[in-house]
């Protein structure tokens, strides 16, 4: 793995004060949850805010778009489709991004909305070929910086940090295999902080994992992820609001280490916190503000001398990759009278016939783990604060299981 992504030509525009918003959706987000769309229609100026609806990365722009524009519309938007795609469309991306008409309609939106689809495709579009911003791409970064909303869902949302999952295997493959700048791993748009990488669909597809590949690869210090119907509202640069189902991961690897001796990626003292709906984060001081239904409920802190772990048994996950396992299993050991949980990721496939490479995570609580838990939303919500991660590479032995005839 190489760190060819640390170069100047992925680097951010030059630093000025950016007033506007960002709204980064995980992807899959429902049409008639409004919540979405009520909050990015606010945060371009209320009822009768243009906002421009950017299909690049789709393969169906115009039916796909039109959802969006549906969508937004319904909530009080004068929403539009811009003609920057790569079919279906008459007008042909280079030509798009350079036509004044299309960019001053941009330039005086007040929202931005890129679709999901292929991320690859709308760097493409609003980059040159020498790397160099187009005129489309100025107007979006003159609607964000003069107070605008930029909103992304999946392949949208992936664009936001600097440096972006282009394409890329299973999870797994790309904790054997590492990335390659300019095939699993580009360059992005930029919008959010630099010190920030970005992943999205995090929890149904175990995406957690391959952010911190990225993280490392790339020598990121800090990472969030946000999974499918969820999303984070970024004010301020830093201010951040989750809203949604599942929430967001962050991912923190300041204090982390690897070892490049052992061949295979390897973390030690990764930190992870689990944010949930109504939560707040600062993406500059790490503090978090769990929502007032958890303050005002349960709070799980170890250290408290009134702190009665409810459950007993071992943490075990044969599958730590598996869709949500990763939030349930953090819940869970914030209430387990052990401090430690293992999971593992490997082919269980291939290992029903022979030996197989893998990987170990172990989880643990300790002195800056607390937690906050509150069933007023009908269900089992926490946030989760500090888990520490260690992952190390592992073989496992096959075949797996022996069947009885």
């Given amino acids: 793995m190489s760190r060819a992504g640390w170069s100047e030509e992925v680097s951010s525009p030059p630093e000025t004060q950016i007033k506007g918003s960002l709204v980064i959706l995980g992807g899959s987000e429902r049409f008639n949850h409004r919540e979405y769309w009520d909050e990015i229609v606010e945060l371009a100026g209320g009822p009768g805010a243009r906002i421009a609806v950017f299909p690049t990365a789709s393969g169906d722009p115009v039916q796909k778009g039109g959802w969006v ?41 007040t929202g931005i909305f890129l679709i999901g689809g292929e991320q690859d495709k709308i760097v493409k579009a609003l980059f040159t070929a020498d790397g160099q911003h187009t005129p489309m791409l100025d107007a979006m970064w003159e609607v964000y910086r003069r107070g605008g909303v930029i909103a992304g869902t999946s392949a949208g949302a992936a664009v936001m940090s600097r440096v972006m999952y282009r394409d890329a295997e299973s999870v797994l493959d790309t904790m054997l295999k590492g990335v390659q700048w300019g095939k699993e791993i580009d360059r992005g748009l930029g919008f959010l902080d630099g010190e920030w990488f970005v992943d999205q669909h995090l929890f149904v597809r175990g995406r957690f994992a391959r952010t911190l590949v990225a993280m490392q690869d790339q020598g990121f210090k ?22 949604g189902y599942k929430g967001a991961l962050v991912l923190d690897l300041s204090q982390a280490e690897h070892d490049p001796s052992l061949g295979r990626f390897n973390l030690k003292n990764a930190r992870l916190t689990y944010l949930d709906r109504g939560d707040r984060f600062d993406l500059k001081t790490m503090e978090v503000i769990p929502a007032q239904e958890k303050l005002d409920d349960e709070k799980l802190d170890p250290k408290s001398p009134e702190y009665r772990p409810g459950l007993r048994r071992p943490l075990f996950y044969n599958d730590i990759l598996a869709n949500t396992t990763i939030i349930d299993m953090m819940g869970r050991l ?16 291939a290992a029903r016939k022979h030996p197989v490479d893998g990987f170990e995570f172990k989880f643990s609580r300790d002195d800056e783990s607390v937690a906050w838990y509150t069933e007023s939303y009908g269900g ?26």
Avoid: C
């Fill in 69 to 109: 524009i549906t969508a937004l519309n319904n909530a009080g938007a004068d929403a539009f489709l811009v003609p920057v795609a790569w079919r279906k469309i008459p007008i042909k991306p280079v030509e798009a991004v350079s036509d004044p008409d299309l960019v001053a309609q941009v330039r005086e939106a």
């Fill in 380 to 405: 089992d919500d926490y946030t989760v604060v500090n888990i520490r991660l260690d992952i190390r590479p592992i073989r496992i032995s096959g075949p797996l299981y022996d069947r009885e005839e």
């Fill in 334 to 349: 914030m209430e387990s009278v052990s401090p430690i949980a293992t999971g593992l990721a490997f082919d269980g496939y």
């Fill in 222 to 243: 800090f990472g969030i992820g946000v999974d499918e119907n969820s999303a984070i509202i970024v004010t301020n640069g830093k201010d951040v609001r989750v809203i």
